[in-house]
């Protein structure tokens, strides 16, 4: 079975830090799509103990990685990666099948699911 997303290494490092800092080696990363935001869907990430029944689960990049089977599709191809700036660090996600996004880049939709929009 195919990765439905990738991690980049500089993601996965900062994730690995994240857990340590957490205290949640061991756990799993949760990558999902929520309803909500200006597009109609909003991306989410989070660590979790174990995976559930309709979970998908890879091993990336020395990560246990979870993704819901009704996400799958979704994220089909989706790369996260951590970029740091002058004005400091954070995640991007590059989503092939986002076929639009809001203007504040925090939501997008795609040609089969487009949730419910909400005001930026």
Known sequence: MTETVKITEAAALQIKDMMKQNEEE????RVAVNGGGC?????GMGFVPE???????????????VVN????AILSGTVIDYKETLMGGGFTI????????CGCGSSFRTATAAGTPEEC
């Open 26 to 29: 061991g756990s799993f990363l």
């Open 39 to 43: 597009s109609g869907l909003t991306y």
């Open 51 to 65: 995976a559930e029944e309709n979970d998908l689960t890879f091993q990336l990049q020395g990560l246990q990685v």
């Open 69 to 72: 089977k009704d996400d799958a």
């Open 94 to 101: 590059d989503n092939p099948n986002a076929i639009a996004s």
